[in-house]
């Protein structure tokens, strides 16, 4: 067997598979923020006409992986499975835009990580024979992640300044065993850290060992260094995460100079009073999907890693007293 | 526990340093500014409310029933500031000094009702009106029970 993996935790892929198209669909607050102008569409509210913030999410997941489709000018028909997850128990918003989508589907649950970890099994998938047309999408509504995880939207508490404010918004890509674009040339699975953070209002401070941890392995897995990269980006570590995990790589003897930022500090500016930044799958996946592979199709990123960050918190274990564990999973696109 | 045989993270820092890391990057409460507007904003509530029982007791209430209207009133206000998307407003710059008054507790009661009402109003609704105020209720009224009991037996 040609074993396609090296080191320990890596995949590099033989034929890489292509980035046929992408699209980003988000709220009103991030269409606010920097990067407005590089989504595909803004909503004018987190509603959307809808009955519940969970079918608007659902929709919204809908209209990123159609709008993938569409971009991509490719069939349906042709599209073998869909990998697709979001925030909510059960993959809910998930689990009812595929019913809408009528693919073969597969719903992977990596908190916040769910982009980079889709986009990764993805392109193992395809590279390893198994599809030629791959549909990922991935979802999250601030309001659907605050009744589930937090408090009633309207509640009257004060949040922590480490909080992070969950993004509404859906990113999707089409991948491809064949056609033009940019390519996704690696993959880096990444372990389950936890070091002991408790703190549901810090999530930063969770994933943040986690997200340092796979970007040792990748590199040490790879022989490269953080040079050969034009931009390595975190999915949503925040401000605190961001600063902790490039704390933790320095002292592990990596310095990841200033190429190293995250899509959670990206998203928002400070008028917009997210505290410590962005969170949500659909953080890194709109940032990605719009800003992104955007500067990639122009040339001005040549090598790219993407390092979703996940929290894998649970509100029981967390009122049980245990701490939060997290995980990072990376994938690397050249353009 | 983690299997401690197995690789272990490459990160060459240890859990006890990271929370010591942890404590330095992640910013205070800004607990002076904090306590200021809690104080401001608890204090206009409560003077609101004084206002309505002397309103009350112009109109002829004895002060208890005077105080107990008022109560009432604030308790209608909360609900309302809270239906109107404005009680989180304030809660967000007032902190405990919107939580702790009786409108801070109506806006416990309504805002789970808002929210869980497309969950139905029996399994939506009725099951998790009391999701936030649900501790107060039962450890207030627990609570009151004993210490009535204690006033009983003390008076025997």
């Known amino acids: 067997m040609n074993l396609k993996r090296v080191g320990n935790q890596t995949v590099v892929f033989a034929n890489p598979p292509v980035i046929l198209s992408s699209y980003s669909v988000v709220g009103p607050k991030e269409g606010q923020g920097p990067l407005g102008k590089t989504f595909n569409k803004v909503w004018e509210d987190g509603l959307h006409g809808e009955k519940s913030w969970e079918v608007a999410e659902s929709k919204m997941l809908q209209e990123a992986l159609q709008g993938a489709i569409d971009q991509a000018s490719i069939q349906k028909e042709q599209i073998d499975f869909m990998l697709a997850g979001d925030l909510l128990n059960q993959i809910t918003s998930s689990n009812f835009a595929a019913r809408q989508m009528t693919l073969p589907f597969i719903g992977l649950y990596g908190a916040c990580s769910t982009m980079a970890l889709s986009i990764a099994v993805g392109s193992m998938l395809i590279d390893g024979g198994f599809a030629r047309n791959i549909l990922v999408g991935v979802s999250s509504h601030h309001d659907t992640a605050e009744r589930q995880y937090r408090l009633p939207t309207e509640q009257g508490a004060q949040r922590a300044m480490s909080a992070q404010w969950t993004v509404t918004g859906s990113g999707s890509v089409l991948l491809s065993g064949s056609g033009e674009g940019p390519r996704v040339t690696s993959a880096t699975i990444g372990r389950v850290i936890d070091y002991a953070v408790k703190d549901v209002n810090n999530m930063g401070a969770a994933m943040a060992p986690a997200v340092a941890d796979t970007i040792l392995n990748h590199f040490q897995d790879m022989h490269r260094k953080p040079v050969d990269y034009d931009l390595i980006t975190s999915g949503d570590l925040g401000a605190i995460g961001l600063a902790l995990a490039c704390e933790l790589l320095k002292q592990s003897g990596m310095d990841m100079g200033t190429r190293f930022t995250d899509c959670g500090v990206m998203i928002y500016d400070d008028s917009q009073d997210s505290h410590a930044g962005a969170s949500g799958c659909g953080c890194s996946s709109v940032v990605f999907a719009g800003e992104i592979m955007q500067r990639i199709k122009v040339g001005e990123l040549k090598q790219v890693m993407l390092v979703g960050s996940g929290a894998l918190h649970s509100p029981t274990t967390a009122l049980q007293g245990e701490s939060i564990p997290g995980i990072g999973h990376a994938v690397v696109i050249e353009g | ?156």
């Open chain 2, 1 to 156: 526990m983690a299997d401690q045989s197995l690789r272990k993270p490459g990160i060459a820092v240890t859990p006890e340093k990271y929370q010591k890391l942890t404590q330095q990057y992640t910013p205070k409460p800004t607990i002076v500014k904090n306590v200021v507007r809690a104080f401001i904003v608890g204090g206009i509530i409560c003077s609101i409310g004084q206002l309505f029982i002397n309103f009350f007791i112009s109109l002829g209430l004895a002060r208890v029933e005077a105080s107990t209207a008022a109560t009432a009133t604030m308790i209608f206000l909360g609900a309302l500031l809270t239906g109107l998307g404005i009680y989180d407003e304030i809660g967000k710059f007032g902190g405990a000094g919107s939580i702790v008054p009786v409108t801070g507790f109506a806006n416990s009661i309504v805002a789970p009702a808002m929210e869980f009402r497309r969950e139905g109003y029996v399994m939506g609704v009725g099951a998790k009106l009391f999701t936030v105020a649900g501790p107060v209720l039962v450890y207030g009224i627990a609570t009151s029970i004993i210490v009535g009991f204690a006033y009983f037996l003390l008076h025997l």
